[in-house]
Nanobody, 122 residues
Framework: QVQLVESGGGLVQAGDSLRLSCAAS????????MAWFRQAPGKEREFVAH????????YYTDSVKGRFTISRDFSKDTVTLQMNDLKPEDTAIYYC???????????????WGQGTQVTVSS
């Protein structure tokens, strides 16, 4: 079974840091562009960060620029989201996603993890 498995969520205070990881299970996603999304209570899922299948191009939603960093380790087939200076508005379930077609930075996201909860208290 093909899976993306997130880990690293938790409860922290404003200003703290967390590091989320996404690991592939059942197949490799080393040739796929990857991203992190999040969904806060009562809100729609929103894009957070993207990393290209080469790992050379990244982009972020404006609200996390300068605070979050997405990276990937091809040797471990993992994607990481380093989150610094966390704010209460960052509270959400964070999901890892992979584009459905390899070697494409534009294909739809077709693979999703189960999510990991991040809660930031003020």
């Amino acid at each position: 079974q093909v899976q993306l498995v997130e880990s690293g969520g938790g409860l922290v205070q404003a200003g703290d840091s967390l590091r989320l990881s996404c690991a592939a299970s059942g197949r490799s996603f080393s040739g796929h562009a990857m991203a992190w999304f999040r969904q806060a209570p009562g809100k729609e899922r929103e894009f957070v960060a993207h990393i290209s299948y080469t790992g050379t191009t990244v982009y972020y939603t404006d609200s996390v620029k300068g605070r979050f960093t997405i990276s990937r380790d091809f040797s471990k087939d993992t994607v990481t989201l380093q989150m610094n200076d966390l704010k209460p508005e960052d509270t959400a379930i964070y999901y890892c996603a992979a584009r459905g077609i390899a070697y494409s930075d534009f294909a739809p996201y077709e693979y999703w993890g189960q999510g990991t909860q991040v809660t930031v208290s003020s």
